[in-house]
Each structure stands twice: as C-alpha cells, then as structure tokens.
C-alpha cells in the first residue's frame, strides 16, 4: 500500500507521514529530504549555480535510510539536511528534470515490495500517481513559518523564514516539473487550526477506510 502526502514546506508532512507510519507499522519515506540529501552533498563539493554538476551528483550520489535517518556515502546527515544553505538552493536543484528523475526512481524503488507512507512536493501527481491514498496537507504561510523558526534549525528571524517560505511556494507552484499542486483525487486538509493527533487521526481514519474497501485487514 501507497499512502501519499503531498504540500508546501511546513505543512506539516513530515512529521504526519512519520507518526503515521509508526502508528500503522508501514514504512517512511521522505522525498524531500532525498532533495535535500542531493543538495546537501553539491554544496559540499561543487558550484550550486552549475547545473551539470548537480545533476552528475544527483546520478552518482548513494543515498540510503537506516532507522528512519538518511546516510549520504555511508555517512548519516539527518542534522545537516535543514540549514538555511540546503534551504536557500533545494528548490531549484529539485526544479532540474534530470535530478527529480533520479529521486523518483529511488523512491519508487524503496516502495516496490513494502507498504509505504511517502511525502514530498508532487508525490500524488507525478511520483505515485496511482497511490491507494492521496493526502494534500496545507496551512498559511505564517503557521508553516512558525514551525520552521520552532524547530531551532533555522539562524534566520521568523520574518526572513516566512519570506524564503514565500519565495518557496512560488518556485515550487511555477517550476516546469514536479509543480506543487493538488491532486483532483486527494483529500485536502488545511492542518493551520489542527493538531498532529488531530491530522493523523484523520488520515489514518482514511486508511482504515480503504482497507475496508479493498479487503485487507490491517492492525491498526
């Protein structure tokens, strides 16, 4: 099973998608820090600006998710993933066809032979298209802004994160590939006024109802 969830940053995805998964026992992916994990290493290494580059490494990179934590060449990078750099560049290395091509290989890969619950801009229209459950979490930009400045990975006042969130939503709402919208078939939930547990219960609440309809019993 597919559990797709789809939104602008700091709707809420990740932390949905991974309490959701714990509840359920499915599996969690977040593509976006696959994004993330590219960019992290072209900074590293190579000109941001240069477009070859990123795709070059977006091709040769080994990315792998051990206990939930996401390793870059054998080494585990999950603290480094939400600097204000990754921030400022992911959008437009993730705006490269060829980049997005070789993450959407990985992560359909990783959900051929196990139950899944992925996140991540475009997952319900271009990635998984054909998911059991399509979810579309949203909220206003000064909320997502507020969560971004309480997780304490951010150097930048809440008034630069709300205005690079701003500036995000735009790249990832125009860019040719992988645009952010919402999937006609999705269930939308403006998350702005909402609890995790509130969220969760009613994606999960979702899920239940399509083993229902599918026939699989699942212990939830």
């Known amino acids: 099973m597919v559990v797709a969830i789809d939104g602008p940053a700091g709707s809420g995805k990740s ?24 960019t992290w290493k072209i900074l590293a290494g190579a000109d941001p600006e240069d477009r070859d580059a990123a795709i070059r490494i977006a091709q040769t990179i080994e ?40 993450v959407n290989t990985r992560l359909k890969a990783a959900a051929h032979t196990m139950d899944v619950v992925v996140e991540g801009r475009d997952i319900t229209t271009v990635v998984f298209p054909d998911a059991d459950l399509k979810i579309y979490l949203d909220a206003s930009i000064h909320t997502r802004a507020l969560r971004r400045f309480g997780q304490g990975t951010s150097r930048l ?11 995000r939503d735009e790249i990832d709402s125009t860019k040719q590939y992988g645009r952010l919208q919402v999937a ?25 109802g399509h083993d229902k309809t599918s026939g699989v019993t699942r212990h939830l």
């Open 15 to 38: 932390t949905i998608a991974r309490t959701v998964a714990e509840r359920t026992g499915m599996h969690y992916l977040n593509s976006g820090n696959y994004y993330r994990a590219v």
């Open 157 to 167: 006042e809440l008034e630069e994160i709300e205005q690079s969130i701003r500036r």
């Open 184 to 208: 006609p078939d999705a269930l939308y939930l403006d998350t702005s006024h909402l609890t995790i547990q509130q969220v969760c219960d009613k994606v999960i609440e979702n899920i239940r």
């Open 63 to 102: 990315i792998s998710v051990e206990d939930d934590l996401m390793h870059v060449d054998g080494r585990e990078v999950e603290a480094l993933l939400r600097s204000d750099a990754v921030d400022r560049w992911v959008a437009r290395h993730s705006a490269i066809p060829e980049v997005r091509e070789q």
